[in-house]
């Protein structure tokens, strides 16, 4: 004969414990996700994934985008989690080689969680500028950024009229793109002789010469007066 709690776990192995409810409806959206795709998450479905009654998750969450800004929430904080490994790996000596650990670890977890990729990239989605989580780690980044290159441009290897704004979000832009383009599959299409995350290690890097040079040429390129044209 089997106890209760041996057929109840038996039958629903998801049936969440006490405690952990919000994991567990977390963790069922983003089964859903996987196996569905995010236009039929429900928070009744979750539920049932859950084991729990429809009604359960509603303390919580009052709508699916509030659940899919729980997953958001919880993309952001495993994705800073990654870049600060990422950066960990070469310190701060050296602003550029920081600079460009933040991307490589963006770009090594967006390829390796492409469903939290989804959530946290999709302002559609999720309510980001409710979530303060979601706010204060994603401005904790772009002021990292802003502060590595401020220190870049003391060493003068930035040029002094650099636009850091535009230049972070060409950066972002960048990066987002390679994880956009790796995830949904475009890499054969564009470099069919290296697997993906080779492919935007590369790009990454050449990415980064290149913003570093371009700065630093167009500073020492004299003036050309309009008569010498």
């Not at 701060?92 to 933040?102: C, M, Q, W, Y």
């Not at 390829?111 to 979530?131: E, G, V």
Request: aromatic content about 6%; hydrophobic content about 40%; charged content about 25%.
């Amino acid at each position: 004969m089997t106890s209760p709690t041996d057929s109840g776990e038996a039958a629903n192995p998801k049936r969440y414990h006490h405690g952990n409810l919000v994991e567990a409806l977390i963790a069922a959206t983003v089964e859903i996700i996987e196996e569905r795709g995010a236009e039929h998450v429900s928070v009744r479905e979750a539920a049932k994934r859950a084991g729990v009654s429809p009604g359960a998750p509603f303390r919580h969450f009052r709508s699916k985008s509030a659940l899919l800004t729980a997953v958001a929430e919880q993309a952001m904080n495993r994705l800073t989690e990654a870049v600060a490994d990422a950066q960990s790996k070469v310190g701060n000596a050296d602003p550029i080689v920081a600079f460009e650990a933040i991307g490589q670890g963006y770009l090594e977890w967006a390829i390796s969680n492409p469903t939290h990729f989804q959530i946290i990239s999709s302002r559609t989605l999720i309510d980001f500028d409710a979530s303060d989580s979601l706010r204060d780690q994603n401005e904790a980044v772009r002021r990292k950024m802003i502060a590595l290159l401020t220190q870049a441009q003391q060493q003068g290897r930035l040029a002094p009229d650099t636009d850091f704004d535009h230049l972070v979000l060409a950066a972002r832009a960048f990066v987002y793109g390679l994880a956009r383009m790796a995830i949904d599959g475009h890499f054969p299409e564009w470099h069919p002789s290296e697997p993906p995350s080779l492919a935007v290690r590369k790009a990454l890097r050449l990415f980064i010469s290149q913003m570093t040079n371009s700065q630093t040429q167009s500073h020492e390129r004299p003036e050309v007066a309009s008569g010498d044209r």
